[in-house]
């Protein structure tokens, strides 16, 4: 979404939006590592985001952002703002740390606590609609039911199709699966384009079958931003995933780094896959 929208997540974070925003190379050079989004401000500033489910990583998240942020300026040599986008809130003791300190070495980053923002500037822009279901709120299943209503008002059909994808994948942080499927995918949905179009897509081997392909083409596209190239045979392994295994892996990629990741998922979770959808 932040690529897809680079303007808007810029006008979002920072306080001057750029007149333009353009998307960069995300994966870095040396030792390959890949940044979620980098976006070009202007011309003259760039805006690195992270989005994290949990605060403590390997490697430690404070020495990666000083990591991307040296080997963005030695690149292009204009200044750097930088935002850690946490999703889900951490068990209350968690201290989320912003800057790095050895010595005479210290660098800074912005963090942004959804879970302490007003949902009111997601409902308002598609854009940034998926991100409204962790947004501070006293009726959490309330503000689920108004990104339901919003993402029904969307036009055009393909980029409902995409919002509410995304929608579903984080609103699966904070809310049970039964819940999160009979508003973003049941009830008065069943109204909506998005939902007529998984009835569509399950038409010739049952709706169960439509659901199964829709998630798995949303982890196909996901997957190279998080862990780079993903090889054919590991692609085909994915394919033979249940709905449930995709729903899972799913969840579990917001925290992949690297390809080994996602084949020691693999390796975890779906040794008795038999590639038969779920009844």
């Known amino acids: 979404m932040a690529e897809k929208y680079p303007e808007r997540f810029a006008a979002w974070l920072l306080d001057e939006p ?7 190379k995300t994966e870095l050079s040396v030792e390959p590592i890949r940044a979620d989004a980098v976006l070009l401000l202007s011309g003259q500033r760039i805006l690195h985001l992270e989005f994290q489910v949990q605060v403590v990583t390997e490697p430690a998240l404070l020495l990666r952002m000083l990591d991307y942020w040296v080997r963005l300026y030695r690149r292009y040599r204009i200044p ?6 946490f999703l889900k809130e951490p068990p209350a003791a968690t201290m989320i740390e912003t800057c790095f300190q050895v010595e005479a070495t210290y660098h800074e980053y912005r963090i942004v606590k959804l879970w302490q923002e007003s949902p009111e500037r997601f409902l308002q822009d598609p854009a940034l609609l998926p991100f409204a279901p962790l947004a501070a709120t006293e009726q959490p299943e309330q503000l689920l039911q108004q990104v339901a209503a919003q993402v029904s008002r969307i036009e055009p059909e393909r980029q409902r199709r995409e919002i ?3 929608a579903q994948i984080l609103a699966g942080l904070r809310f049970p699966k039964t819940l999160v499927r009979q508003l973003l ?15 569509a897509e399950g038409l010739q081997q049952g709706l169960q079958q439509g659901l199964q392909q829709g998630e798995l083409n949303l982890i196909l596209r996901l997957l190279p931003r998080r862990v780079g190239i993903v090889p054919v045979e590991i692609q085909a392994q994915i394919q033979k995933l249940s709905i449930a295994q995709l729903e899972a892996l799913a969840d579990a ?8 990741d996602l084949t020691e998922w693999l390796q975890t979770h779906a040794a008795n896959s038999t590639g038969s959808p779920e009844a």
């Open 18 to 24: 750029p007149l333009t925003a353009e998307v960069l």
């Open 80 to 85: 750097i703002t930088q935002v850690v986008i």
């Open 164 to 166: 509410a994808a995304s």
């Open 185 to 199: 995918r049941g009830g008065f949905m069943r109204e909506s384009v998005i939902y007529q179009d998984i009835l």
């Open 253 to 260: 990629l917001l925290d992949f780094t690297d390809l080994e």
